[in-house]
């Protein structure tokens, strides 16, 4: 894990483009699939805020499958859930307390940040930068 | 865990010594039928479908016909997944079911790929949806709740909850019916309650909007077998993320008065 998402409000112009690629990029069977990513109201005049999943240190979701469809990829230190072994008991999706293991239902399955397997498209495609996927190191000390 | 290689139809093909077979043709895109298969869940081979042909060179030419989901992978293994015999097998398989049960489309749709469009034994008069696979008791016993099970043997074997009164230790989480790959297990939804195997549960409700989440004995359930707050399951998802941005909005609010000042 040498990189992270980093979520800056402050150069956020609410364009949705995060939603619109995390869509896209998480399509199947022709249809795009539900964003992971959320552009929300930040309770102030011109402040969004998007929020998706942190992939916390000691996440609720991982301890709420009781089937162990959700594991950390050591590469990306994104939590990633297997759609195979998930059997839709919706436990991640109550217990998450951030509210990002979502239900997807275009395509009737859970779904939650996977950082596109370690190039997160959000990012890609965020105009201003107010996401920004970059190494530890880098992130910590222009965040501190 | 070494990397062995195998024969399968012909071409080399690498896996892991001691994972079942089912894993590796199925990570090589062929296409093995199989009803009662499901990661969640450990192998069971009770629908027999995804049998497959094996031998070896020390055999000298015999063969040997096994479920590809219980066979554990060794070198030198040589696999036919759709010989003739193998083909024949699977539609005879399919012809019981179908027999069986004549009216399910899982059951219909597979065996019609197979080349069976209609049974050559006699039709089940009562034949329901239930192909009894046990999907629904093992991801049970796997979260831990056992709280249905096969009950009867042979033709009246069927799937119930204990003296097929409301099952004490269910907690109403569903996994049974979405696993069902026949839907032929139902429940009902009716504003904050639910209803499956005959008994009835309330949702934990959003303290915020209202909406329903889980269970209560599911939430309970979990926040005490794996020590997560219980409170975490009294909000739904919307509400949490309105609540994690508004908590960055404020710090974002400060971080730019303070830039202004």
């Known amino acids: 894990m040498n990189s992270r998402l980093v979520?800056?409000?402050?150069?956020?112009?609410?364009?949705?483009?995060?939603?619109?690629?995390?869509?896209?990029?998480h399509s199947a069977d022709g249809k795009p699939g539900r964003s992971r990513i959320f552009m929300l109201d930040g309770g102030h005049e011109k402040l969004w805020v998007t929020v998706t999943c942190l992939q916390c240190d000691d996440p609720a979701c991982v301890k709420s499958c009781l089937v162990g469809a959700l594991r950390r990829n050591e590469q990306t230190g994104a939590i990633e859930l297997n759609q195979e072994t998930c059997v839709k008991c919706m436990a991640c999706v109550a217990a998450c307390p951030f509210g990002c293991a979502i239900l997807d239902h275009t395509h009737d399955r859970v779904v939650k940040c996977d950082l596109c397997g370690g190039d997160p498209a959000c990012a890609r495609f965020c105009p201003t930068k107010a996401l920004d996927y970059r190494p530890i190191a880098q992130a910590a000390k222009k965040a501190g | 865990m070494a990397t062995v290689t195998i024969q399968v139809n012909g071409r080399a093909v690498r896996a892991e010594k001691g994972e079942m077979l089912l894993a590796v043709l199925r990570r090589e895109k062929i296409d093995i039928p199989a009803t009662c298969n499901h990661e969640a869940v450990e192998a069971f081979g009770?629908?027999?479908?995804?049998?497959?042909?094996?031998?070896?060179?020390?055999?000298?030419g015999w063969k040997n016909y096994v479920t590809s989901c219980l066979y554990p992978v060794e070198a030198g293994l040589i696999v036919r997944t759709?010989?003739?015999?193998?083909?024949?097998?699977?539609?005879?398989?399919?012809?019981?079911?179908?027999?069986?049960?004549?009216?399910?489309?899982?059951?219909?749709?597979?065996?019609?790929?197979?080349?069976?469009?209609?049974?050559?034994?006699?039709?089940?008069?009562?034949?329901?949806?239930?192909?009894?696979?046990?999907?629904?008791?093992?991801?049970?016993?796997?979260?831990?709740?056992?709280?249905?099970?096969?009950?009867?043997?042979?033709?009246?074997?069927?799937?119930?909850?204990?003296?097929?009164?409301?099952p004490p230790d269910c907690v109403g989480c569903l996994a049974c019916a979405q696993i069902c790959p026949t839907g032929f297990i139902t429940y009902k939804e009716f504003g904050a309650g639910r209803e499956i195997w005959g008994?009835?549960?309330?949702?934990?409700?959003?303290?915020?909007?209202?909406?329903?989440?889980?269970?209560?004995?599911?939430?309970?359930?979990?926040?005490?077998?794996?020590?997560?707050?219980?409170?975490?399951?009294?909000?739904?998802?919307?509400?949490?993320?309105?609540?994690?941005?508004?908590?960055?909005?404020?710090?974002?609010?400060?971080?730019?008065e303070e830039a202004a000042r």
């Open chain 1, 7 to 25: 979520v800056r409000p402050n150069l956020c112009i609410g364009c949705r483009t995060c939603e619109l690629a995390c869509s896209f990029t």
């Open chain 2, 46 to 60: 009770a629908c027999r479908l995804c049998t497959v042909e094996i031998t070896r060179d020390e055999w000298k």
């Open chain 2, 82 to 166: 759709h010989s003739d015999t193998v083909i024949e097998l699977r539609r005879t398989l399919l012809d019981l079911q179908l027999a069986r049960h004549p009216r399910t489309p899982l059951i219909q749709q597979m065996a019609a790929e197979y080349g069976v469009l209609k049974t050559s034994y006699e039709e089940a008069p009562d034949g329901d949806d239930c192909i009894l696979c046990a999907l629904c008791t093992r991801v049970c016993d796997a979260m831990g709740f056992r709280a249905i099970s096969t009950v009867g043997r042979g033709h009246g074997k069927r799937v119930a909850p204990p003296l097929d009164q409301p």
């Open chain 2, 199 to 256: 008994k009835q549960f309330q949702m934990v409700t959003c303290t915020r909007c209202g909406a329903p989440t889980i269970t209560r004995e599911f939430a309970d359930n979990l926040a005490a077998r794996r020590e997560i707050p219980r409170e975490y399951f009294d909000v739904c998802d919307a509400c949490h993320r309105a609540e994690l941005a508004g908590t960055m909005g404020r710090i974002a609010q400060w971080n730019r």
